[in-house]
């Protein structure tokens, strides 16, 4: 079989398989995420496998780069990865897309035992609170103010303007 028609296979497969599973995403006909762990599970993560022209003969690219990952530290997410390679070698020249999902939820606890999900979330937020300096949110709002449409103009003029009549507009229209 060449490798298109088993990704043909494998795809109707994992529709299959997957069908109402919330968990699984098609990202598109070679692209795929599952969610390992419920949501709200301070241990859940999430995995995306996308086969390459050869695949299954030649190993798919396994990714963790999702926003969802973004508590999980780098150490922990490239034990992951290293783990999935491991099974995607034992498993290379078949269909493994199912494979690598199932074991990683298998695994889930062994993968994510030193995730520390409270700390990182905690460190990260205090590192982005501390680095961030305090002009920048005010620098954002100038830059707003300076592009206001049309219409925005009219109303901030409209509502500086008391009584549809500035008499300090008309002084100054007087003096000139």
């Not at 496998?49 to 999702?66: D, K």
């Not at 030193?114 to 205090?126: E, F, G, W």
């Amino acid at each position: 079989m060449s490798a298109n028609e088993d990704q043909e296979m494998e795809l109707e497969a994992l529709r299959s398989i997957y069908e109402g599973d919330e968990s699984f995403r098609e990202l598109s006909p070679v692209s795929f995420q599952y969610r390992i762990g419920e949501n709200g599970d301070p241990k859940a993560f999430l995995i995306e496998i996308s086969w390459t022209e050869t695949y299954p003969q030649t190993p798919p690219i396994l990714s963790m780069n999702a926003f969802f990952n973004n508590t999980i530290s780098s150490a922990v997410k490239q034990s992951i990865l290293a783990k999935l390679q491991e099974a995607v070698e034992a498993n290379l020249g078949t269909a493994m897309t199912y494979t690598l999902f199932e074991y990683a939820k298998d695994n889930k606890e062994q993968f994510m035992e030193n995730h520390n999900p409270v700390n990182s979330a905690t460190s990260i937020s205090n590192i982005i609170s501390i680095e961030t300096p305090n002009t920048a949110p005010s620098s954002k709002k100038k830059d707003k103010k300076e592009q206001l449409s049309k219409a925005q103009k009219r109303k901030l003029a409209d509502k500086t303007v008391t009584g549809g009549y500035d008499s300090s507009w008309h002084e100054r229209e007087k003096n000139q």
